[in-house]
């Protein structure tokens, strides 16, 4: 499997975090399923959250809408996608510890996608090394956070069935 080729022509978040859990898999042998994505208004300084213990992944929609308008680059906007959801599905693994975490999305990127490749160096450096443009705001700076998140549907693919 071609990560780096297969992450350019995705077209939505469930093609994208099929490829972030099929890289974990190879690489830490950990899976999970269930989990909902969500976009939402959050602070400038927050990519997205994962809450222990819940099944949810909610992604600053502002930050995203800026990239996809920014930059106009479906490649790229897959990169930062894959990069979030990497971030937030290592967390809900039980990965609580930040720097381990993103350790992890640097050795798991670098592994399936290559040193040289955005994700990889969004991992490594920061998401000002593949978008410069992108301007970090601080906690101190007056922030806006929605409480409606718009729910993805068909996001997760593997979600078990069952009979009760």
């Given at each position: 499997?071609?990560?780096?080729?297969?992450?350019?022509?995705?077209?939505d978040?469930?093609?994208?975090?099929?490829?972030?859990?099929?890289a974990?898999?190879?690489?830490?042998?950990?899976?999970?399923?269930?989990?909902?994505?969500?976009?939402?208004?959050?602070?400038?300084?927050?990519?997205?959250?994962?809450?222990?213990?819940?099944?949810?992944?909610?992604?600053?929609?502002?930050?995203?809408?800026?990239?996809?308008?920014?930059?106009?680059?479906?490649?790229?906007?897959?990169?930062?996608?894959?990069?979030?959801?990497?971030?937030?599905?290592?967390?809900?693994?039980?990965?609580?510890?930040?720097?381990?975490?993103?350790?992890?999305?640097?050795?798991?990127?670098?592994?399936?996608?290559?040193?040289?490749?955005?994700?990889?160096?969004?991992?490594?450096?920061?998401?000002?090394?593949?978008?410069?443009?992108?301007?970090?705001?601080?906690?101190?700076?007056?922030?806006?956070?929605?409480?409606?998140?718009?729910?993805?549907?068909?996001?997760?693919?593997?979600?078990?069935?069952?009979?009760?």
């Open positions: 499997m071609n990560f780096a080729e297969e992450l350019k022509e995705c077209s978040y469930a093609s994208i975090f099929d490829l972030v859990k099929g974990v898999e190879i690489t830490l042998n950990k899976r999970r399923v269930g989990l909902i994505l969500g976009l939402t208004e959050l602070p400038p300084y927050i990519g997205a959250f994962h809450t222990v213990g819940s099944n949810f992944i909610v992604m600053n929609k502002t930050l995203l809408e800026n990239i996809i308008h920014s930059y106009k680059n479906r490649g790229l906007t897959n990169t930062y996608i894959f990069h979030i959801l990497l971030h937030e599905y290592i967390h809900s693994l039980g990965y609580l510890d930040e720097r381990l975490t993103r350790d992890l999305c640097y050795a798991i990127s670098e592994k399936v996608l290559g040193e040289e490749h955005p994700a990889t160096q969004i991992a490594k450096h920061g998401i000002a090394a593949v978008f410069p443009s992108f301007r970090m705001a601080y906690p101190d700076q007056e922030t806006t956070i929605s409480s409606k998140i718009e729910i993805i549907d068909d996001f997760e693919r593997d979600n078990l069935s069952y009979f009760g």
